[in-house]
């Protein structure tokens, strides 16, 4: 089976710019979290979404925003992007039947010149 | 912010030797989880244990918890190159939701 897939792997863009990254969850996962990960840091939980409704978000500004679709799938958005949001972003995914262990996607490393 | 601090930061052994990794948190738990991370990409989860659990094993990991310290370690036995990873604890204060990491250890096994 295939794991939690995101898209694109890596991206470069300017301060002040959009970016948009997407997720795929396991097959049969309808919960879907992100986390941002700077470097030399661990992950920071950003949001978690389950069957399309939000249900936590961390301590990030109004500038990060997130959807889950009716496939489970999930995007993140980023609106006026700064320096200091190049990091790798990280997409998760559970079962609810293990709701403990959450699946890890490889990440989208996004560059902010 | 990052609830757990790891001990230590980073860590060079020998093939064959044992790994210590030390993690330390800040508020009540429902379980604490270990994740691995090679070379920047995917977290890969380990282990889990929970917060009215003490000890736990898994194939060459061992991890203990002891929540009246807020404390916890792993121990990966004997261990091989393949093992060069950065290693990160993560607390789940809500079962299941939000998972907070610490900053990782980041070993190096020699071969």
């Known amino acids: 089976d295939a794991g939690v897939t995101q898209s694109p792997t890596h991206l470069i863009k300017t301060r002040g710019q959009h970016v948009t990254l997407r997720c795929s969850p396991i097959?049969?996962?309808?919960?879907v979290s992100w986390y941002q990960q700077v470097l030399g840091q661990g992950p920071q939980f950003i949001f978690q979404?389950?069957?399309?409704?939000?249900?936590g978000r961390g301590n990030f500004p109004d500038r990060f925003s997130a959807r889950q679709f009716p496939n489970y799938s999930s995007e993140l958005n980023v609106n006026a992007l700064l320096l200091g949001d190049s990091a790798l972003y990280l997409c998760?995914?559970?079962?609810?039947?293990?709701?403990?262990?959450?699946?890890f996607g490889p990440g989208t490393r996004l560059t902010v010149t | 912010s990052q609830q757990g601090e790891e001990d230590p930061q980073a860590l060079s052994i020998q093939e064959g030797e044992n790994a210590t990794m030390n993690c330390s948190y800040k508020?009540?738990?429902?379980?604490l989880q270990w994740y691995r991370q090679n070379s920047g990409r995917g977290l890969v989860h380990l282990i889990l244990?929970?917060?009215?659990?003490r000890e736990k094993h898994s194939g060459r990991l061992r991890v203990t918890l002891d929540t009246s310290k807020k404390s916890s370690s792993l121990l990966i036995t004997a261990s091989r190159a393949a093992d060069t990873a950065s290693y990160f604890c993560?607390?789940?204060?809500?079962?299941?939701?939000?998972?907070?990491f610490g900053g990782g250890t980041r070993l190096m096994v020699k071969p």
């Open positions: 508020t009540s738990i429902n379980n």
């Open positions: 979404y389950y069957e399309k409704e939000e249900r």
């Open positions: 998760a995914s559970k079962d609810t039947g293990n709701p403990y262990e959450q699946y």
């Open positions: 993560a607390t789940d204060a809500f079962a299941g939701n939000m998972l907070t």
């Open positions: 097959s049969g996962h309808k919960s």
């Open positions: 244990i929970r917060s009215n659990e």
